[in-house]
């Protein structure tokens, strides 16, 4: 990994905009532009790509550790003018405060098995017997592991999902609301549908079949015959 990437990983995974990646080389008594930061976390193949020096490096990750631990008081560490992945992983473990335990844990969360004698021998002083050199699978997968646990989500996205969430919630309860104002559906026939019509031009009473007059004829008159 070039030093490039290593500053661009961090940038992403801690969400630092331009003004906080100046303050953090500020807070280690460095100056670098705004432009500088820039053209570091340009991709390789853009035409204002500039290649990040390894002082630069070391110095950003001396302000990493100023500003996940503190400031010590005093002067501050002087910079390394030549890094290596081992120094790299070093300064990230003092930053974020990670025990031998805790790093060997973080990769693993990433799949990447790491032992403790492994670990130790990162820290060697290169003149030891068991110094071991930090490949850049190593690094890179501690980076990866880092983002995954530490990655801080941008403001727009959060404050994004909060109101499709809040406009999701009072589209539901005003739903809910109109439905409680209509009445409900009721299938097959209203109430008194069936009903018989009275037509109001009839008569008001009907008499009784008791009460209707009958027609009394004598015998003599049933055989009489009509007068012609």
Not at 155 to 162: D, R
């Amino acid at each position: 990994m070039n030093n490039n990437d290593v500053l661009r990983r961090l940038r992403y995974t801690f969400n630092y905009n331009d003004k906080q990646m100046i303050a953090l080389f500020s807070s280690v008594g460095a100056s670098v532009t705004r432009e500088q930061v820039s053209q570091w976390l340009k991709k390789d193949n853009d035409t204002d790509f500039v290649n990040c020096q390894d002082v630069d490096l070391a110095i950003f990750l001396n302000g990493f550790i100023n500003e996940k631990r503190g400031k010590k008081e005093g002067p501050q560490a002087i910079p390394e003018k030549r890094l290596t992945n081992n120094i790299i992983l070093t300064k990230l473990k003092i930053a974020l405060n990670l025990k031998a335990e805790e790093l060997i844990d973080l990769l693993e969360s990433v799949d990447f098995r790491l032992n403790k004698p492994e670990l130790s021998a990162f820290s060697r002083k290169v003149d030891h017997k068991h110094y071991r050199e930090c490949k850049d699978q190593v690094l890179r997968n501690l980076l990866q592991a880092i983002d995954k646990k530490y990655h801080v989500a941008r403001t727009s996205k959060i404050e994004k999902n909060k109101v499709s969430k809040t406009g999701s919630s009072n589209n539901q309860a005003s739903y809910k609301g109109k439905a409680k104002d209509i009445e409900p559906r009721i299938d097959g026939a209203r109430p008194n549908a069936s009903s018989i019509y009275v037509n109001p031009k009839a008569e008001k009473t009907i008499k009784d079949k008791s009460s209707r007059k009958v027609l009394m004829l004598k015998p003599e008159d049933i055989y009489k015959q009509p007068d012609k």
